[in-house]
């Protein structure tokens, strides 16, 4: 009787279905809460363009301070209320600042920053991706970003993926104030990393930036200035009422939640997949955003 037992069960073993694996998506909706972190409201760029539309960018103020403190600045003085959109290239990037402007900087903007296109490695709890990177030793992930990193050279730095958000400068040893700001419109141009300080992310609102108008001059420009597109102003979220201000999260990329996204990012076996990539890059297992629950 035991032995039949011992059969029994070992059939129903054999037989059960084998655990359906979890898709990205599933496993983000599925994360506890102690798997996000909030974003400060004061690294919330928040820019409303005259159309209507709203782009919200999260800042990076552990890899770029004073460029992240110049463009606090820059919105607390309003220096972008009245500029516009003035470069949309196919595939690249989209602009916006007060192109060839001799408006003044408002008082604490730094009008020549250190060249803040990478940090230090020390004092970053980095995640390592797990596959190769194409442009740097390692790829990974810190303090909620994703990251291109040099054991050997003890040094970090913000990758340029879709989304996100760099400073517009001049050729070298201009380091840009932060005041001619770009987003990633199209394939990740992460030739650029390392070579112009990496800000932010647009975290609502890509859309709105990479559905314009292509420019038709050289480089995407516009081709004069009714095609430009107007902002009618930017603020710091914290300089919004608490009833009006926006609110974000993002994974911590230390959680076991945001581990397991990667890897499923990496081998996806759910019913859609015939074959599993066994790999990803490092701008496509982007951090994931969500607005922060009520």
Same mark, same amino acid.
């Given at each position: 009787m035991r032995k039949l037992l011992l059969v029994s069960a070992a059939l129903l073993i054999a037989a059960a279905p084998p655990t359906k694996p979890k898709t990205p998506s599933e496993i983000v909706a599925e994360a506890p809460a102690s798997a996000w972190r909030?974003?400060?409201?004061?690294?919330?760029?928040?820019?409303n363009l005259r159309n209507g539309a709203q782009v919200v960018i999260q800042?990076?103020?552990?890899?770029?301070?004073?460029?992240?403190?110049?463009?606090?600045?820059?919105?607390?003085?309003?220096?972008?209320? @009245?500029? $516009?959109?003035?470069?949309?290239?196919? =595939?690249?990037? %989209?602009?916006?600042?007060?192109?060839?402007?001799?408006k003044p900087l408002p008082a604490g903007v730094i009008a020549k920053p250190p060249a803040e296109y990478h940090r230090a490695l020390k004092g970053l709890a980095v995640r390592p991706l797990g596959y190769a990177d194409v442009y740097a030793p390692n790829g990974g992930f810190a303090a909620g970003w994703p990251i291109a990193y040099d054991p050997k050279a003890g040094t970090a730095n913000?990758?340029?993926?879709?989304?996100?958000?760099?400073?517009?400068?001049?050729?070298?040893?201009?380091?840009?104030?932060?005041?001619?700001?770009?987003?990633?419109? @199209?394939? $990740?141009?992460?030739?650029?990393?390392? =070579?112009?300080? %990496?800000?932010?992310?647009?975290?609502e609102g890509i859309e709105r930036l990479s559905s314009l108008p292509r420019g038709t001059e050289a480089l995407g420009f516009y081709k004069d200035a009714s095609m430009h597109v107007p902002i009618a102003m930017v603020r710091l979220a914290s300089e919004i009422p608490s009833s009006e201000r926006p609110a974000y999260q993002h994974m911590d990329t230390g959680s076991a939640s945001f581990g397991a996204y990667v890897k499923a990012r990496a081998n996806r076996k759910d019913d859609f997949f015939v074959r599993p990539a066994g790999g990803v890059d490092l701008c496509n297992a982007a951090v994931p955003i969500r607005k922060k629950p009520a």
């Open positions: 909030d974003i400060p409201a004061d690294d919330l760029l928040v820019m800042l990076a103020p552990v890899f770029a301070p004073v460029h992240v403190a110049n463009i606090r600045a820059l919105a607390k003085g309003g220096w972008w209320s @009245g500029a $516009a959109i003035y470069r949309v290239q196919d =595939n690249y990037v %989209v602009q916006w600042g007060n192109d060839e402007s001799t913000l990758a340029h993926c879709y989304g996100y958000v760099g400073v517009g400068r001049d050729l070298s040893p201009d380091t840009g104030t932060g005041g001619e700001l770009y987003a990633v419109i @199209g394939h $990740a141009p992460r030739h650029l990393d390392r =070579n112009i300080a %990496v800000v932010g992310r647009v975290i």
